[in-house]
């Protein structure tokens, strides 16, 4: 580390100028000048939107910058996965009939656990209406009570799906008992600034405050950052400078505003941060560089972000994997390979070991291009530096497979991730299995969607729709309304565009009322 007396740190200058310009001016003429300096080589532990109480699920989210790719990691659950499959399939097969369902639950003599619970929760985080009624069915038997954890997933569902009133409810309900945690009050903000409820969302720190909360600035980080992250960079803004005097700001809160300025491609704000932040005592980390860096490449100012990559080199903090990442990452979108694999060259040169990210964007950028003798080579070479590929290496080699109408080696690829313990998404069994509807193979389709079932995985709307779209087309107009009564009875809408196609899909079988008939029931 460098033991000399740095000069005052220098701010970002960022005219107002219409973001929109070509790249190639940006090149000539930049106008954004990036000035930066050594600071302190400090590894921060960045919580960003998940600080919770230890009874709480456990997450942890990647904050270096650029936003892409963020990792969870869950708590083990200790429930019998036999019985969870159990209670499982009387819900499945019995919700829609409305009184059995609790009275075949009732007889079964379930041990109902909080981490029995949560994993019933989990295989209906899709479909609110047999949750919710197993979750009030649980609510309601003797020697068991809910706990924050029990509240917060079940609240998670509802505010997913938009059920507000019921997600506060419960919220309510929690405030009564005690149980409210920092994670219900994220996860309430972060369902109310999804739907763009902007004065809901902002109106949450005022039930924190009716319900005594006690809040410090790891807090009023954990709100603003669920702002930032649905693109409300104006609410986060408003709220950040109301608490100004409530809370004193550290760097993690200026980088967690940075962000979301950044995601909205407002460099104007983001340079005023960064220069608020200079200006309060904060050197910027690479964490605070990292997201710099991600918001120029966002706002299509390359030949800037280039500059800023090139002055962290020079004068630190020195670029890590992230920083590579989020450059190399640019590249492969943009088709340019050459240019990603010289900054992955340079990442091996500089010491930094490739991550599982970086080897999916350049696997993803080969692939999109059909050099699959690349892909398999970084494949190789994965392995060769112990990189396991995650669920997300998987999901991108099978979308490579299916976009070619490949579904056979897809489904090689999906039988190696079970293979290696990484867990199916509901985005792997749709992909499968609308690139075997779209090769006129339906019937592995449908063993697909019956794979997806059997293995726990609970269907969307996006799957059910890609499902009744293929039988309405095939003429099976009976079957394919038991699967829209099916999705709407779990609590799903039919988006209006797919809600169209129906209804010409329905038309064009002969059948144009059906659709309006059933909907009128």
């Known amino acids: 580390m460098s033991t000399y007396t740095a000069a005052p740190p220098p701010r970002y200058a960022v005219p107002v100028k219409d973001e929109d310009y ?3 001016e940006d090149s000539k003429d930049s106008v954004l000048l990036v000035a930066l300096f050594p600071c302190l080589q400090i590894r921060l532990i960045f919580i960003g939107g998940f600080l919770v109480s230890p009874m709480v699920m456990r997450r942890t989210r990647r904050r270096d910058g650029g936003g892409e790719n963020e990792e969870v990691s869950v708590v083990s659950s200790s429930a019998d996965p036999e019985e969870v499959d159990r209670v499982c399939k009387v819900i499945d ?5 409305d009184r059995n369902m609790e009275a075949v639950l009732d007889e079964c003599g379930v041990e109902l656990s909080h981490d029995l619970v949560v994993d019933v929760l989990k295989r209906f985080h899709h479909a609110r209406k047999p ?5 009030c069915w649980a609510g309601e038997k003797p020697g068991f009570q809910h706990d924050s954890r029990t509240y917060n997933f079940m609240m998670s569902i509802l505010g997913k799906t938009g059920q507000f009133e019921t997600m506060v409810s419960l919220l309510e309900e929690m405030g009564v008992k005690g149980l409210l945690t920092m994670e219900t009050f994220v996860i309430a903000i972060k369902a109310f600034a999804a739907a763009k409820e902007r004065k809901k969302a902002v109106g949450i720190f005022e039930l924190m405050k009716y319900y005594n909360f006690k809040y410090g600035v790891d807090t009023v980080n954990c709100l603003l950052d669920s702002l930032g992250r649905a693109k409300l960079g104006k609410e986060m803004q408003v709220l950040f400078d109301r608490l100004k005097g409530e809370f004193t700001p550290n760097l993690q809160t200026y980088a967690v505003l940075l962000d979301g300025w950044c995601r909205v491609k407002n460099l104007l704000e983001a340079g005023r941060v960064w220069n608020e932040m200079i200006d309060k005592g904060f050197e910027p980390d690479v964490v605070t560089h990292n997201i710099m860096l991600g918001g120029l490449l966002r706002s299509h100012k390359r030949s800037d972000a280039i500059k800023l990559y090139e002055i962290m080199k020079a004068k630190g903090p020195s670029p890590n994997v992230r920083s590579y990442s989020i450059l190399i990452q640019n590249f492969c979108k943009q088709k340019q390979m050459k240019e990603a694999i010289c900054f992955f060259d340079e990442m091996r040169e500089s010491g930094c070991q490739p991550s599982v990210v970086v080897y999916t964007n350049l696997i993803t950028g080969f692939g999109n291009q059909n050099k699959m003798d690349i892909v398999h080579g970084l494949l190789k070479a994965m392995k060769e ?21 490949m579904p056979d080696d897809a489904v090689r690829i999906y039988k190696k991730m079970i293979q290696n313990g990484v867990e199916p998404s509901i985005h792997t069994y749709v992909m499968i299995m609308k690139s ?26 996006n799957a059910y729709t890609v499902l009744i779209g293929v039988l309405i087309c095939q003429g099976r107009t009976g079957e394919a309304c038991k699967f829209l009564e099916e999705m709407i009875e779990k609590g ?5 565009l797919d809600f169209n196609k129906f209804a010409a899909d329905f038309s064009r079988a002969g059948k144009p009322d059906i659709l309006w008939k059933w909907l009128e029931r």
Do not use: H, S
């Not at 097969?93 to 009939?97: S, T």
């Not at 799903?492 to 209006?496: F, S, T, V």
């Open 385 to 405: 530096d112990g990189c396991t590929p995650d669920g997300v290496t998987y999901n991108a080699l099978i979308k490579l497979m299916t976009r070619q109408r």
């Open 131 to 135: 949750a919710f009624r197993f979750f």
């Open 93 to 97: 097969e019995l919700f829609a009939l």
């Open 22 to 24: 070509q790249e190639e």
């Open 436 to 461: 075997y509807f779209q090769t006129r193979n339906y019937d592995m389709g449908r063993a697909v969607w019956e794979e997806m079932i059997e293995k726990g995985c609970c269907p969307d709307d």
């Open 492 to 496: 799903m809408k039919i988006p209006q």
